[in-house]
């Protein structure tokens, strides 16, 4: 699992986290910060803030609202004078279940893609929408917006668009017709197109090559459609689609993400679809594939695996069992605490849980130590629903049988 997919993985969990904590009433804070912002001007503002919670009509809730606000103040001290290199979302409040107990936690949450805003908020649940952006696409594409005069590249990171590069045709600018014959004038307005083209190949080498995922071409007429089809460009830069705008310029590039919603989002699931269906291929033919928690542990533990798939809907725990007597360490994957409830009932009474973490996080750690690739197979496609209903959700790819 490269380094991106894994943040990504790991910011997914943590906001599905949070997500699921609740307040019993408005006293759950969130405090994003970006990098740019000094700690200072945060502290002020959270001062300001626990000011105004003494307006607060409930007393437990003034009471819990005004806490959290100095946990976090607390907090705040431990980054110096300026937040980490992408900002940083701090999460507290009481997220106790009880009412008759309070439990303020605070939770740290470090992005991988930069915090664009300041943000405070305090409400029944925890505010998530900017985390939850960043899952929709971290990947960078390359847009092109162009026309026969003139051309816009721009790159598309998340929901950020960052203007790179404008070039103009001189095609038209620096031809005249003169005495010229209609032959020779006509071939020189290709020269001209064809060296304009060329010159937006250039640039999408130089922007483009090794740096994004892909290129979606944009503009109106059919500057775009010869452009394509001359493909003065690094055959390594692939094109994802082709778009009508009515622009060229920054306006162009919008309408080229408004767009293209449907073309990014069909990357991660082309891919996902061609490595589940490799998978099934192998599993059914007998081939170089296994599943299930025992049989891909085993490979995992023998390198006989070559790459690990793990569905991010696994919801099964690995729990680590001790017998106080004898000292023996025993593992049970278990879907519930009222599973594992059931079997230490069954084991007996000198049977204690000495550690327990979620599953998908044990099989990617034992990856990871082995050196074995790890791909996470999402829960929402076609694809990735039959492998988590027909394949427990775990498999793996051999290098031998």
Same mark, same amino acid.
């Given at each position: ?27 759950? +804070? ?116 162009? /026309? ?45 197109? %064809? ?81 589940? /269906? ?34 991010? @809907? ?14 023996? %360490? ?23 849980? %000495? ?8 099989? +990617? ?23 988590? @209903? ?12």
């Amino acid at each position: 699992m490269d380094s991106s997919t894994k943040l990504k993985y790991e910011l997914k969990k943590q906001v599905s986290f949070l997500s699921e904590l609740k307040g019993s009433g408005t006293e759950l +804070i969130s405090v994003y910060i970006p990098a740019s912002q000094p700690i200072h001007e945060v502290a002020n503002k959270l001062r300001q803030e626990a000011g105004q919670a003494s307006n607060i009509k409930s007393k437990s809730t003034r009471k819990n609202v005004t806490d959290a606000l100095e946990k976090i103040l607390q907090h705040l001290k431990t980054y110096g004078n300026v937040a980490p290199p992408s900002g940083v979302a701090i999460f507290c409040g009481n997220v106790s279940d009880n009412p008759s107990v309070v439990d303020i936690r605070l939770f740290a949450v470090y992005p991988p893609e930069p915090i664009a805003v300041s943000i405070y908020r305090c409400d029944s649940h925890f505010f998530l929408e900017p985390l939850e952006r960043m899952l929709e696409i971290t990947e960078s594409y390359g847009i092109v917006v162009m /026309d026969g005069r003139e051309c816009t590249l721009a790159e598309l990171r998340g929901t950020t668009t960052r203007i790179l590069h404008r070039l103009n045709s001189t095609a038209h600018a620096k031809i005249r017709k003169g005495g010229q014959s209609a032959r020779r004038y006509e071939r020189l307005i290709e020269e001209s197109i %064809e060296f304009y083209y060329k010159r937006i190949g250039e640039a999408m080498d130089r922007y483009f090559l090794n740096s994004v995922k892909g290129v979606i071409i944009g503009g109106p007429g059919p500057a775009k459609e010869n452009f394509v089809k001359m493909s003065p460009f690094n055959y390594q830069i692939k094109i994802l689609g082709v778009v009508d705008t009515g622009y060229t310029d920054e306006y162009g590039v919008r309408e080229v993400v408004a767009k293209s919603g449907q073309i990014l989002s069909q990357q991660e699931a082309i891919k996902e679809k061609e490595l589940v /269906d490799r998978f099934i291929k192998e599993v059914v033919t007998g081939g170089l594939a296994t599943y299930g928690e025992a049989e891909v542990r085993r490979a995992l533990e023998s390198k006989q695996a070559e790459k690990l798939l793990v569905s991010e @809907g696994l919801k099964y725990m690995r729990v680590k069992l001790k017998d106080t007597t004898t000292g023996e %360490e025993s593992f049970v994957t278990v879907k519930s605490p009222a599973e594992l409830e059931e079997k230490l009932k069954a084991v007996g009474a000198t049977i204690q849980i %000495e550690s327990q973490k979620p599953l998908i996080d044990d099989l +990617i750690e034992l990856a990871e130590k082995m050196g074995v690739e790890v791909e996470i197979i999402s829960k929402e496609s076609a694809e990735g629903a039959q492998f988590l @209903g027909s394949f427990y959700g775990v498999g793996a790819f051999l290098r031998y049988k």
